[in-house]
């Protein structure tokens, strides 16, 4: 079983940066791979980025590469989502999810998620 609670959201202006954190708990957090997902109101559930369970590999959604920038700390069982050069298109509230490699994770189906943390980006 893998608990994961998000934090780190907030409102910033455009252009602006807000790091995001997702910890997690229980014993298999550093065999699992991480992501994120974001949805904006009215709209999907759509994949922003995964890091398998080393740290040594990354994917993320064209709409953020170059932007943003998923890290983890397995030893704090925590994962960072450095957003930077933000845009008020990047609103939405932001959901950590673990599953067993990235390809599960960009499928959307994992067995585990947050509860979401809310990002607003202001013009």
């Known amino acids: 079983q893998v608990q994961l609670v998000e934090s780190g959201g907030g409102l910033a202006q455009a252009g602006g940066s807000l790091r995001l954190s997702c910890a997690a708990s229980?014993?298999?957090?550093?065999?699992?791979?991480m992501g994120w997902f974001r949805q904006a109101p009215g709209k999907e559930r759509e994949f922003v980025a995964a890091?398998?369970?080393?740290?040594?590999?990354?994917d993320y959604a064209d709409s953020v590469k170059g932007r943003f920038t998923l890290s983890r700390d397995n030893a704090k069982n925590t994962v960072y989502l450095q957003t930077n050069s933000l845009k008020p298109e990047d609103t939405a509230v932001y959901f950590c999810?673990?599953?067993?490699?990235?390809?599960?994770?960009?499928?959307?189906?994992?067995?585990?998620w947050g509860q979401g943390t809310q990002v607003t980006v202001s013009s």
């Open positions: 229980g014993r298999t957090f550093g065999r699992n791979a």
């Open positions: 999810a673990a599953a067993t490699t990235i390809a599960v994770i960009r499928t959307g189906t994992s067995g585990y």
């Open positions: 890091i398998n369970w080393s740290g040594g590999s990354t």
